[in-house]
């Protein structure tokens, strides 16, 4: 993969340099190495070393950890999308007997199916997994320490469980479906299961003096759908494009959005740092910007994958140390720095092709009691609508091809807008979820729910 770093200034360039100069000194971590993808492009990549000479590139792997959560996501939003299951089907249906099966699909993929957040002793992470062969050692004898789909506690165990859900329904490993179904169709040939020269070697590093242990690179077994995989900043940077754009080989921008958009109960202390979960990714605002992806950890690696859609830039931070540089806060860095220095230039507005008359006349000024609202036509034959004065309730619609349209986000998300007709074609009012909205504020000459006083408006005495 080419990285034409000609394409941001020179400015922005050593920014982004300096941040992770500053990440790997004060982190104390061996290497360090980021990319930044733009427009659905790779426009930068950058390494810092321990060891004199050239810092890694961007093909070398380092180990990713719960990134890999997104990956198994990916393919359990495949077998959605082909019907073979539903996200509210309990895991009992097509995993019978885990002690989990209450538990929803979608659930599982958003942390809220009750479930422990590690599997019984030994740790995982720093075992064979050929010390839980089998899913019971991974759940132990009470899998669920919280009542399914109240809270959000993640849980890895759960991930290995979508992983079994996925080997039962496609009748092959999760690591083969997964190179054949993600990884083939979008290129990444530097993510595999296991480590692939030229690739990092885990280390922790002494907390109290400049010294390293070597950390062991164990084979997780059951608990791979949840931590195994190996990548490198170029492959992730194709995959962030992906997580953005969609690719119909893969999963469809549509499904995509859908893994963005929260799905687990939020706490307290999640709406104190802003930050939510949706199917396999992490969601939250950084100093005002909403940020989403997932960071992932495994003794002797950290790694990070953020993404603004909004921005149209993602980051990739990938370090081998146990702990260390907070690499979550490098990768938000990293997209604000260009997000900040180089905003997104917009498209050229250009005029719809066409716009129906019985569409176009409903544009304009609308009241719902006496709060005023625009309805504007969108490029994709869809309309908004807003509140004029700038607070209070708004969303966009999609066309429904029979003159209604669907609420897509916010209060109105699934609720069905239509405009109502006299019998002689002209428009009454538009009907939103049994809300009315009329032309002029409680307009008596449309049935505004309780009547219109007939005194009409008056001032005081």
Request: net charge negative.
């Amino acid at each position: 993969m080419t990285t034409p770093q000609e394409e941001l200034l020179p400015a922005t360039r050593r920014a982004l340099l300096h941040r992770i100069a500053v990440a790997q000194t004060k982190g104390r971590t061996p290497s360090l190495v980021a990319a930044v993808v733009r427009d659905g492009r790779p426009v930068w990549h950058g390494a810092r070393t321990s060891v004199d000479g050239l810092g890694p590139d961007e093909n070398v792997q380092y180990r990713i950890g719960s990134i890999t959560k997104t990956f198994t996501a990916v393919l359990v939003l495949r077998l959605r999308d082909e019907g073979a299951l539903d996200l509210g089907d309990p895991l009992e249906k097509h995993l019978p007997g885990t002690g989990a099966g209450e538990a929803t699909v979608a659930e599982l993929l958003a942390h809220s199916g009750g479930l422990a957040a590690e599997s019984p002793a030994p740790w995982w992470e720093r075992t064979p997994g050929s010390l839980r062969p089998e899913l019971a050692d991974v759940l132990g004898k009470q899998p669920l320490l919280h009542p399914v789909g109240r809270r959000h506690h993640y849980s890895n165990p759960g991930y290995t469980l979508l992983g079994a859900l996925v080997e039962k329904v496609r009748g092959a490993l999760w690591e083969e479906v997964l190179r054949q179904e993600v990884l083939e169709p979008l290129g990444l040939n530097r993510t595999s299961g296991r480590p692939q020269a030229p690739h990092a070697d885990g280390w922790a590093v002494h907390p109290w003096a400049d010294v390293m242990l070597a950390e062991p690179a164990e084979d997780l077994g059951r608990m791979a759908p949840a931590g195994q995989l190996w990548s490198t900043t170029g492959d992730l940077a194709r995959f962030a494009v992906f997580l953005t754009q969609g690719d119909d080989r893969v999963l469809s921008a549509e499904s995509v959005r859908e893994m963005r958009i929260p799905a687990a109960p939020v706490e307290a202390a999640d709406v104190a740092d802003g930050s939510a979960y949706g199917l396999g990714m992490q969601i939250q605002y950084w100093d005002g910007r909403l940020l989403v992806g997932h960071s992932g950890s495994l003794p002797g690696f950290l790694a990070n994958l953020t993404i603004s859609v909004e921005d149209d830039v993602a980051a990739v931070v990938l370090a081998n140390c146990t702990s260390g540089p907070l690499v979550a806060g490098v990768g938000a860095d990293l997209v604000r720095i260009v997000a900040d220095a180089e905003p997104k230039i917009p498209g050229p507005w250009r005029p719809l092709p066409e716009a129906e008359a019985s569409v176009l006349e409903l544009t304009g000024q609308w009241y719902w009691g006496t709060h005023a609202f625009a309805l504007r036509l969108t490029p994709d034959k869809g309309v908004s609508l807003e509140s004029l004065s700038g607070v209070g309730r708004r969303s966009r619609f999609r066309s429904n091809g029979d003159g209604t349209w669907t609420g897509l986000e916010g209060y109105y998300a699934g609720e069905l807008l239509r405009a109502v007709r006299r019998p002689d074609g002209t428009v009454s009012h538009l009907d939103l979820g049994s809300f009315v909205f009329t032309r002029q504020p409680y307009d008596e000459g449309a049935p505004v729910p309780g009547g219109v006083d007939p005194e009409g408006w008056r001032g005081i005495g």
